[in-house]
């Protein structure tokens, strides 16, 4: 039996590219098992690169794994893999460089046995990626470890923002079929699973691209109708791309399967129009305003998430000020704060106008107070109610009670036996513990079949 270990870095889709890959590994007939890191014959590193530091931790990544695994192939991919392999070949250790073109084959590289790098230039597989404009259809379904899965259903992205490496890393927008998305989320559905989050680089765009054209509001729709599963995600979406037609789909209060969470991660990025058309995003301070105001006034209790990139080259004092009064004034649950990275290869890397380190941490520490107390007053909003949660496999590991999670991404924390994981529990919230986190006892009425 060969054992193998994969180390994930970055984002969701990256989480939903290593689990499909270790589940292909898994679930062959190549006589692979999974293993804790340091006992591995092959180890797996997907990286990311989306800023210096994700970069840099990424090698570090790889340099631990070395270290752990004497003796084992190692194996890079990911962002960092396709956008600077040169880097990681440089690197005493590994074997096996894949970029993201080839990550979808990156089993049978492995099946195929990584040879052992002794000396010259490390074997790389990084073809450019601009011009691939078909879905690279994951060798499995991610479905490991966790109670809500992920499942990929597009890739790449066409805005070329003027801070983002991405589309560098990761080609122009594909979108996975919609038979194919109904397919997985039926298998999903008959293991077991409650809950799937549809992920994407640029989900937005989902559609745009195949034959005849769809969109995702479609993908949605058709999802509701299979009725294989009982909630669906969306993991982020931009504000120009999250329609009307969306919001009354997650408004439309109609349970069942197939019911769309109201839950909407969006990326601002900032709240100053100079900034924003800086930025070439394609909206404005009081677009976002008003999508906000019209999310919340058609789903009070919807949990609204906001990216934040702060120091963007020529990002004034009053720039900040207006990002800062932007969120302020508006029901959002909670905030990711992100601190501008130069990266080479997009034209803010040579913009003028950079912002001191300094300036950029006092700035973002402050957005992630405001951010704190967002989140705390949405989850106060709670106490007195009654959630459905999707309680979770895994207890908490601080105080060993299970933990769920609502439609609305509120986590909740209630005791109760292990046969309830994996189920929909109705739970009165009581208090919100000092952690922040919203605890309640399980109303004993009924146990939810659904959401």
Do not use: W
């Not at 597989?125 to 990929?152: N, S, W, Y």
């Not at 720039?319 to 130069?342: D, G, K, M, Q, R």
């Amino acid at each position: 039996m060969k054992k193998f270990a994969i180390k994930t870095l970055g984002c969701k889709v990256n989480q939903c590219e290593s689990e499909a890959i270790q589940n292909a590994l898994v679930e062959s007939d190549q006589g692979f098992a999974s293993c804790d890191d340091g006992m591995a014959d092959v180890v797996i590193v997907n990286t990311c690169t989306v800023t210096r530091k994700a970069a840099m931790q990424s090698r570090q990544a790889v340099r631990q794994a070395i270290r752990a695994n004497p003796g084992a192939r190692i194996v890079v991919t990911g962002c960092h893999a396709q956008t600077a392999p040169a880097e990681l070949a440089a690197i005493d250790g590994v074997d096996l460089i894949v970029g993201n073109r080839d990550k979808h084959r990156i089993h049978q590289q492995i099946f195929a046995e990584v040879p052992k790098h002794t000396g010259g230039d490390t074997p790389a597989v990084c073809p450019d990626i601009a011009g691939v404009d078909q879905f690279e259809v994951l060798p499995g379904i991610a479905h490991g470890g966790r109670t809500r899965p992920f499942l990929k259903i597009q890739d790449g992205c066409n805005s070329f923002c003027t801070y983002c490496i991405v589309p560098h890393a990761r080609g122009r927008s594909r979108s996975l079929p919609i038979d194919q998305v109904l397919n997985q989320i039926g298998q999903l559905g008959r293991l077991g699973y409650r809950e799937v989050v549809l992920t994407g680089i640029h989900i937005g765009c989902y559609g745009q691209d195949l034959t005849p054209a769809t969109g995702l509001y479609d993908l949605l729709c058709r999802i509701r109708a299979a009725g294989a599963i009982d909630r669906v995600r969306v993991s982020s979406i931009e504000p120009a791309e999250l329609s009307d037609d969306i919001i009354s789909l997650a408004a439309s209060g109609e349970d069942g399967p197939g019911r769309l969470c109201p839950h909407f991660h969006i990326p601002l990025q900032s709240g100053d129009d100079r900034i924003l058309k800086r930025m070439h995003r394609p909206y404005g301070r009081d677009y976002f305003k008003e999508l906000v105001q019209n999310i919340i006034g058609r789903l009070p209790d919807a949990a609204i998430g906001v990216d934040t990139l702060i120091g963007f080259p020529g990002e004034t004092d009053d720039a900040f000020e207006n990002t800062y009064a932007l969120i302020h004034s508006l029901p959002v649950a909670y905030l990711h704060v992100f601190p501008f990275s130069a990266r080479e290869g997009t034209p803010a890397f040579s913009f003028k106008e950079q912002i001191l380190t300094s300036v950029i941490k006092k700035r973002c520490k402050r957005m992630r107070r405001l951010g704190t107390d967002k989140r705390r007053a949405f989850y106060k909003r709670t106490i007195g109610k009654t959630a459905i949660v999707l309680v979770e496999e895994t207890r908490d590991r601080a105080d060993g009670r299970l933990k769920g999670l609502t439609d609305n991404y509120i986590p909740v924390r209630f005791d109760g036996p292990d046969d309830l994981t994996n189920t929909f529990q109705q739970v009165d919230i009581q208090r919100i513990l000092s952690d922040g986190v919203p605890e309640g006892t399980k109303n004993e009425h009924r146990t939810l079949v659904s959401a």
